[in-house]
């Protein structure tokens, strides 16, 4: 059984984080690489290993549940703690209206409330090979953004017959990935081999402040631990 691929630390999101921003301040290393700017005001940003952000292509469509849920559960953990310490204030206490989640094993830290409007989902690979267009490589990262859901019975409306949905844990950041709720914007930047990462950063989407985190949270530690 393959492990799931280690988050990244403190010292390591941030040097990612240096690497990311001096890539992105010079021109494209390739005349086809197309970047998009961020749209509105940038809300928070995510780096996680190669690992975690693997394409959609038939090989990962057709793994095991077990072995898709067990990667989901990778990035939200990731993610979760990367989120928090952004929110965090100067005490390292989190803002009093954040939401939780049941995962599985404890509870997972909610956003307070869902952007409203159509937030921009910015995504860049870096790697050593470049990333093909229909990979999707971003998908699990937008899908654990998402608000969480309870757990329901579903009624099929062919047959009447009725089935358990079990609940799935999301940051709660959006209400929707689809494309009248939310822009997605994804490209390729080279990187030397072994030193690859995602970057996946969330934008309000418009030129308004509204939707900005605490001001506690304007000069965040970030970390990739996952762990609180």
């Not at 693997?54 to 990667?71: P, Q, V």
């Not at 956003?111 to 090979?129: I, K, M, N, T, W």
């Not at 990935?177 to 994804?186: G, H, I, M, N």
């Amino acid at each position: 059984m393959t492990a799931p691929p280690r988050p990244f630390t403190r010292e390591e999101v941030a040097r990612f984080l240096a690497f990311a921003d001096e890539t992105l301040a010079k021109p494209p290393a390739r005349p086809w690489i197309e970047r998009t700017e961020g749209r509105g005001v940038r809300l928070f940003r995510f780096v996680l290993p190669l690992a975690m952000t693997r394409g959609a292509n038939d090989a990962i469509r057709h793994r095991a549940g077990w072995a898709l849920a067990k990667e989901r559960s990778s990035v939200l953990a990731a993610m979760a703690g990367q989120m928090c310490d952004q929110l965090r204030d100067a005490r390292g206490r989190l803002p009093d209206h954040m939401r939780y989640c049941p995962n599985g094993r404890g509870l997972t830290p909610v956003y307070p409330e869902a952007l409203a409007g159509r937030p921009h989902l910015r995504c860049v690979r870096f790697s050593s090979v470049p990333t093909d267009d229909t990979a999707a490589w971003w998908k699990t990262v937008g899908d654990v953004l998402l608000e969480p859901q309870e757990a329901r019975v579903v009624v099929s409306k062919k047959t009447g017959a009725r089935r358990m949905v079990k609940a799935v844990a999301g940051l709660g950041m959006l209400r929707g990935d689809d494309p009248s709720r939310l822009l997605t914007s994804a490209w390729w930047e080279p990187a030397a081999r072994g030193c690859g990462v995602a970057l996946v950063e969330v934008w309000d989407g418009s030129a308004s402040a509204g939707n900005a985190p605490p001001e506690s949270s304007t000069s965040p530690v970030m970390c990739g631990t996952g762990r609180r």
